[in-house]
């Protein structure tokens, strides 16, 4: 039984990790002093049974016990030495080492017992080694139990020949005595393997609890150092709120580097520290524990903001633990407040005015409908466009015309009463909600006077800048009771008054609201005249003010509408560039034209009327090349006419597809001259080949006494910058002669003949030199 659980140990040993065993072997070698005094005292009994028994055997066996144990004395010396505890290989050669040296000594000190007893038959003798001999052996089972092997081996090698040689003794009492002792080794033996089960669990549970503290320990660093490198400053208080952990951001956040905090700090002295650190000025402790208490009372998700050093806004939120304690997370919410307050200006201001944008107007206004709604006062609604701003962008850029607009919301300010609002819709499209008009009048007032205060020049950095407004005007609840039919109706209003050259206002009148609908019904019309063959072109001839020879003839566009008969250019071409249709029906014309215009006689050349949105078109030039090449009408025979508002638009795309139409060999003329900008840097700057003066200062030639002055020096112009002035719009004798008089080189007009369709003006052409002569004696 008990020989089995000995060779048990053998098993188990295996399964014991390498530190256990390296420090069960440890504790072989660890009480020195014990080793030593065993080494000494065996020894010095030897020693003494030996001289009094005068026996040489004993005395050789004593002193071979004093040199065993004094060379297992140094090697426990040399083993701590080198810390050979921590070298798991090399403590299972010490542990061979110490085996063989503590069973050496040990079978040494049992052939001393031996001896002494079968060698001499003093009881003296008898009983000093017999008592050394058990001492050691009772002394060695506890000393090495952690190696029981050891143990066993040296408890055996020392009292088995004590018991043997006792046994063997004459004496009954010896024999008795020999079977204790043999009693007394199966003692030992078994209290050797309980205390080697006892060790080895203590080992185990040491180990285990050095492992657990070294996991904690870990754990606490990894917590210790997440809690410290939070974003968020945290402190955890006890069911008494008063301060239990808190990280190195909650100090940060709030100052606190000098502050005395310790656990146990209650709020009320956080917040009194925190007051102290230069936060929440002007406020006591009183009202911020109360507001932070009553904030943060319960456990909810929301968050008390707190402002502090009068700049910066911290977020609380407060999480409650099961014992009653609770956890505060303070978070710097300055910059995520500020963006929220941005976003909620932004949804409501326009960034560029400060004035209310669209969302902030449709809030108030369908306020005031509801009063309006319930009888209250009427209100109106001014929509105003800021005439020619998109010149002002196109020539002086983006940054002024921004300048601009600052400086118009301000004017509008000056004009409107308290209780009315301006706001901007985007873009030049302001909006003033002008809130109890009691009459018509009162509306018409305001927008004069809006009118005439945005007429008054502006100076934005050093420019002068002349622009104007245009305004609709709809009045609720005569003109609509919801938001969405007032600016409509407004809109109409507007559109109105910019069809009248802009710097007006107009009302709403349910005209506005037909014409509108006859426009849309126009457009879809529009939209399938192509199609239908409803549109053709006609020619109007442009006369050699010195020959009278048809040198052009002008391409116009005439519409032959099913049931309305034929609509002017003049009312459907806008159309046309608002819906885009104009690039379809553009490019028919240039086809149509350059067809045509291949029939005449060689040298007659046709101009072509260009839309600034044609011009946008970034394949123009391709499109031209195509009618050209199509209808092989010579490059130069083609001439394309374009106004001023072609070149307010992209001067850089614009000079690009000018070159290219130049490059092609076609001619440019600037029609319409003198009705827009008139400046005189177009002329400078693109390569014309006529200009054309506008045929209002033709009617004026007789009307106005600046009229001929005008016509002078654009023909003066002209002469010296290479370019034929045509004179348009000619209906008299008189103005031919005031025109050629004046330096013109072309005329065309009524008087020479009205647009008319291809077989018509091809009659002309092909007419007789007498006929001819008909128009050389008319120039
Ligand atoms: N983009 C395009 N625009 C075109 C095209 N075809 C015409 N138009 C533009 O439509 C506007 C109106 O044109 P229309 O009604 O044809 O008027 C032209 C002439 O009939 C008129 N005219 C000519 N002589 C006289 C005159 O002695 N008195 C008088 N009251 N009117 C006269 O002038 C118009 C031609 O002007 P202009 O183009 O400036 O040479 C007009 O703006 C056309 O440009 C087209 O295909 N594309």
């Avoid at 609840?477 to 109409?492: F, H």
């Amino acid at each position: 039984m008990l020989l089995r659980r000995l060779l048990a140990t053998r098993q188990d040993d295996a399964q014991l990790s390498p530190e256990i065993r390296a420090a069960l072997v440890e504790s072989l070698f660890a009480p020195l002093s014990s080793l030593a005094v065993g080494a000494i005292a065996c020894g010095i009994i030897g020693a003494a049974v030996a001289i009094k028994a005068n026996d040489p055997a004993i005395l050789a066996t004593s002193i071979a016990i004093f040199a065993v144990g004094l060379l297992r004395v140094v090697s426990a010396v040399i083993y701590k030495r080198r810390k050979l505890a921590d070298d798991v290989a090399a403590t299972q050669i010490w542990e061979r080492i110490y085996e063989y040296g503590a069973w050496g000594f040990s079978a040494l000190l049992g052939l001393l017992c031996y001896i002494t007893l079968t060698h001499t038959t003093d009881a003296t003798l008898h009983l000093a080694v017999a008592t050394t001999a058990a001492g050691y052996a009772a002394a060695i089972s506890g000393r090495n139990a952690g190696r029981p092997i050891i143990a066993v081996g040296q408890l055996t090698l020392t009292t088995l020949p004590l018991a043997i040689s006792l046994l063997i003794y004459p004496d009954w009492l010896h024999k008795a005595l020999g079977f204790v002792i043999l009693m007394f080794i199966y003692g030992m033996v078994d209290i050797t393997l309980s205390i080697r089960d006892i060790i080895i669990q203590a080992l185990t549970m040491t180990r285990k609890e050095a492992a657990l503290a070294a996991r904690y320990e870990e754990q606490a660093n990894r917590f210790d150092i997440a809690l410290n490198n939070m974003s968020h400053g945290l402190c955890m208080f006890d069911d008494q709120d008063r301060l239990k952990v808190w990280n190195a951001r909650f100090i940060e956040l709030l100052n606190l580097f000098d502050a005395p905090i310790k656990v146990g700090t209650t709020i009320r002295d956080l917040v009194r520290y925190s007051i102290r650190a230069g936060n929440h000025s002007g406020r006591g402790v009183r009202s911020i524990v109360y507001e932070l208490t009553r904030g943060l009372r319960q456990d909810h998700h929301g968050q008390v903001f707190v402002s502090v050093d009068g700049e910066r806004i911290m977020a609380l939120s407060r999480r409650m633990m099961a014992d009653g304690g609770s956890v505060v997370i303070l978070e710097d919410v300055t910059e995520r407040k500020a963006a929220q307050e941005r976003i909620a200006y932004l949804a409501r201001y326009d960034d560029l005015t400060g004035l209310p944008n669209r969302n902030h107007f449709r809030e108030r206004i369908n306020e005031m409908l509801e009063i309006v709604r319930e009888g209250g006062n009427q209100i109106a609604l001014h929509l105003i466009d800021i005439d020619r701003f998109k010149q002002v962008n196109d020539t002086l850029g983006h940054p002024i015309g921004d300048k601009l607009l600052k400086e118009v919301s301000r004017r509008l300010g000056s004009v409107v009463r308290t209780g009315d609002m301006i706001a901007r819709f985007g873009g030049d499209e302001f909006v003033i909600l002008q809130s109890t008009p009691s009459r018509r009048q009162d509306s018409g007032r305001l927008a004069r006077r809006l009118v005439k205060a945005l007429s008054v020049p502006f100076d934005v950095e050093g420019h002068r800048i002349d622009i104007g407004a245009s305004i609709g005007i709809a009045v609720a609840p005569q003109d609509g009771i919801d938001a969405d039919e007032l600016i409509k109706n407004a809109d109409m209003a507007l559109y109105a008054a910019k069809g009248n050259g802009g710097g007006e206002h107009r009302f709403f009148a349910a005209e506005m609201e037909e014409r509108a609908q006859a426009r849309r019904a126009l457009e879809l019309d529009l939209r399938d005249a192509l199609s239908r063959n409803e549109i053709e072109v006609f020619y109007q001839p442009l006369i050699d003010l010195k020959t009278g020879e048809i040198t052009t003839c002008e391409a116009l566009l005439r519409w032959h509408h099913p049931e309305r008969g034929y609509i002017s250019p003049a009312e459907f071409v806008p159309i046309a560039e608002e819906t885009g249709l104009i690039i379809s029906i553009g490019e028919w014309v240039l086809q149509r034209a350059c067809q045509d215009a291949a029939k005449w006689p060689a040298g007659t050349k046709v101009a072509v009327n260009l839309s600034p949105v044609q011009f946008r078109d970034r394949s123009l030039g391709a499109r031209v090349v195509s009618a050209l090449a199509k209808s092989g009408l010579p490059a130069q025979c083609l001439d394309l006419e374009i106004t001023e508002r072609v070149l307010l638009e992209e001067s850089e795309s614009t000079l690009y597809t000018m070159e290219q139409l130049k490059v092609l060999g076609v001619r440019i003329s600037l029609d319409d001259f003198g009705t827009g900008y008139s400046s005189l840097n177009y002329l400078r700057k693109y390569p014309f080949n006529k200009i054309k003066i506008d045929r209002s200062f033709i009617a004026d030639l007789g009307r106005d006494q600046d009229a001929p002055s005008i016509v002078r020096a654009v023909a003066g112009l002209g002469n010296s910058l290479n370019m034929i002035v045509v004179a348009e719009g000619i209906e008299t004798e008189e103005q031919l002669r005031q025109v050629k008089e004046e330096g013109c080189h072309e005329g065309q007009g009524y008087l020479f003949g009205r647009a008319m369709p291809f077989d018509a003006i091809m009659e002309k052409l092909q007419a007789s030199p007498a006929q001819r002569a008909n128009l050389v004696a008319v120039a």
